[in-house]
């Protein structure tokens, strides 16, 4: 059982940036692809990216792609996702998830945080 839990949302202007962590209770995170999730109101919940358990590859969404980047502390207890010219469509509930092979879907993740609110104001 992984136990995740995600921390550093909040609101912040356009423009702004945030960094989310997603910490395992007890464990590394290094056997494990850990992927980013969110999910808006009235929306399906959608893949931002993710970042193996090496450390060493990371995929993204399009949508994020050259404005958030994943990365984890050397011995991945923790992972990132560093948002940088947030804009108001990225206000979401974002979460983090870990899964044993490489995905991009949500189904194929056992393991979830609670989810962490971001609000981007215009």
């Known amino acids: 059982q992984v136990q995740l839990v995600e921390s550093g949302g909040a609101s912040v202007q356009a423009g702004g940036s945030l960094r989310l962590s997603c910490a395992a209770s007890g464990r590394t995170l290094n056997s494990y692809v850990v992927g980013w999730f969110r999910q808006a109101p009235g929306k399906e919940r959608e893949f931002v990216g993710a970042?193996?358990?090496?450390?060493?590859?990371?995929s993204y969404a399009d949508s994020v792609k050259g404005r958030f980047t994943i990365g984890g502390d050397n011995a991945m207890k923790t992972v990132y996702l560093q948002m940088n010219s947030l804009n108001a469509e990225d206000t979401a509930v974002y979460y983090c998830?870990?899964?044993?092979?490489?995905?991009?879907?949500?189904?194929?993740?056992?393991?979830w945080g609670q989810g962490t609110q971001v609000t981007v104001s215009s």
């Open positions: 970042i193996s358990g090496s450390g060493l590859s990371t």
């Open positions: 998830a870990a899964a044993r092979r490489w995905a991009v879907v949500s189904r194929s993740y056992d393991y």
